[in-house]
Structures are given as structure tokens and as C-alpha cells.
């Protein structure tokens, strides 16, 4: 179903077109959240451990960053991740206002058994498309995600 919203063609070819792009992100999310409860790791966890993972310690700012979350979400993760000591927080000696985050043995070892199964899981989902629309997708979003971007960025600097 596509908009009731009966304006230009272009407001309601975007319209039609944002439709089917959350409708597609909530069942591809709905479907990750069962399956990553499964494994047990929240959506939040999990992106924070394969970030340290695959690209090593960061700041909690730049991991926010990186993940694209607010900083309190981060904090709030880290505290969860710390008290089941996956992950390990260590403010800089010189400037404490920073904060760094890396992996412990324990996390390096949790993510690295779990993230595999994460990936044959999406795999299976994005079967459905053949791997040239699977690219076209890619190319498409994120030509998107950086015209967002680059608008933002333009507001800001007013």
C-alpha cells in the first residue's frame, strides 16, 4: 500500500518510495531482533561489539559515531557490555575527557563466535534479491544516506 496523500507526482513518488523502504527496514529489523534475542545480544550490543571487533578500540565518542547512536545510548550499552565484562572503559591519562573502550578477551571471544551466525542470518534475508539488486540496493542507500549527509551538514553550517 502506498500514500493516501494526494499531492505532486514527485511528493508522492517519494512518498511511495519511503513506504517501501521502512516497510522493508522494520521486517529485515523485526526479523534481526528475534534472531539476535536468539543469540543473545540486543541490536545496540551487537553493533557496538563488531565495531570493536572489526575496526579495534575508539573513543566512546567515536564509537557513537561510528554506530551512528546517541552518546547516552552508547553509555547505557557500555555499562550492560562492561558488567558482563565483554568490554573494558579507559579514560585517557591525558585528556579525561576521553574515554576509551576495547574489547576484553571474554568480548573478543563472545562476538567472534557470535557474529558469524549474525552474518548467515542476513545472508539468508537478503536472498531474496540476486546479488546485482543486493549491490544496486547498497549503491542506492547509500547515495541516499549521504545526500542526507551532506544537507545536514549544509544546515549546520547555516
Sequence with gaps: MGTHYHGT??????????IRLMRA????Y???????????LTHGQL???????HLGPMSQQQLATKIMRSGSNV????????????????????????VNVSLTPKGRRHIAERFPLHARRITEL???????????????????????????AKDRAG
Design 47 to 53: 553493533a557496538i561489539l563488531e565495531a570493536l571487533l
Design 126 to 152: 537478503f536472498a531474496a534479491l540476486d546479488p546485482k539488486e543486493q549491490t544496486q540496493l547498497g549503491e542506492l542507500c547509500r547515495k541516499l544516506g549521504r545526500s542526507i549527509r551532506t544537507d545536514q
Design 30 to 40: 523485526a526479523n534481526l531482533h528475534r534472531h539476535l534475542g536468539e543469540i543473545g
Design 75 to 98: 553509555t547505557t550499552v557500555l555499562d550492560n557490555l562492561e558488567k558482563q565484562t565483554l568490554v573494558r572503559r579507559i579514560r585517557r591519562s591525558d585528556d579525561r575527557r576521553v
Design 9 to 18: 507526482p514527485r511528493e508522492t513518488r517519494a512518498l511511495d518510495t519511503f
Design 25 to 28: 527496514a522494520d521486517s529485515v
